[in-house]
């Protein structure tokens, strides 16, 4: 059941994305074309990446083409048949498809933007979230990756840290090349852990990038770090002292 509510000129509205008078050939494919535009609407009003959005769209094309149904037509069967006709799909693949899915029913089931009143209105039926507790993965773990690869501990990070700085030391005391590069590694490897980087973030780095952080005066200009690369602009700041 869905909540009745005004429908509001948010982007990706019903009647927004309709036209008024216009009789189509086949109303239910393109109520379905109009309810994908919308949605597309939607999103980019939340700044997602057009990859993102592309990969979602597609999504719900092949599960509408799977099922062989339009969206207020979908039940919660659809979606177990669906998961089930592809056996070798990865864990995190199957989650990130059910994502999809569920963000998808959400949008067409909410009333602020009038899909199930126009639905219902049109073929007497309206969409409903199909994905729910009993048949969509949920998170048993904080975490979920392979057992091999977990975050270093305190003592780890520390000694890594040493690693980086006895390797300046060593080439120093042997006379070799390279004691500037090795310190240049050791900062930017601090610099990773201290501020959260991703490696596309850290490669992007500059020293216009460092802040000073009204927070963290002790910081000096090194108390935050603006990171130009990253899928969002954001500021990062430290969660412990710089080594």
């Known amino acids: 059941m869905c909540n009745v509510a ?9 009647h927004l ?28 009003s939340r700044f997602l990446k057009a990859d993102t ?17 339009y969206p207020w037509q979908w039940e919660p069967a659809e ?48 969409p409903a979230q199909i994905l729910h507790e009993g048949n ?11 057992p091999g690869r977990r975050p270093l501990t305190y003592d780890e990070v520390q000694r890594l840290f040493d690693a980086a700085d006895g390797r300046v030391e060593s080439i120093r005391r042997r006379g070799r090349k390279g004691a ?12 990773v852990y201290a501020f959260g980087l991703r490696r596309r973030e850290a490669c992007g780095l500059d020293l216009a990038d460092l802040r000073h952080n009204p927070k963290a ?5 090194c108390g935050a770090l603006f990171v130009r690369w990253a899928s969002h602009r954001r500021e990062a700041h430290p969660s412990a002292a710089p080594c």
């Not at 005004?6 to 019903?14: C, E, F, S």
């Not at 500037?180 to 610099?191: F, G, H, N, Q, V």
Request: charged letters at 20%; aromatic letters at 12%.
């Open 79 to 126: 979606v177990e048949a669906f998961f089930a006709h592809l056996p070798s799909i990865k864990f995190s693949t199957a989650r990130g498809y059910q994502c999809g899915l569920r963000l998808f029913c959400d949008y067409a089931t909410d009333a602020r933007y009038g899909w199930a009143t126009t639905c219902l209105e049109r073929f007497g039926a309206a």
């Open 217 to 221: 005066a002790d910081y000096g200009r």
């Open 136 to 146: 969509a993965i949920t998170h048993v773990t904080d975490y979920e990756g392979r």
């Open 53 to 69: 959005i592309k990969g979602r769209v597609d999504l719900v094309r092949r599960f509408a083409a799977f099922t062989n149904l």
């Open 17 to 44: 994305a309709l036209v008024d008078g216009v009789v189509h050939l086949e109303p239910a494919a393109a109520v379905f074309e109009a309810m994908l535009d919308g949605w597309v609407l939607q999103q980019r």
């Open 180 to 191: 500037l590069a090795a310190i240049r590694d050791s900062a930017l490897l601090k610099t």
């Open 6 to 14: 005004r429908v509001a000129d948010l982007p990706g509205a019903a």
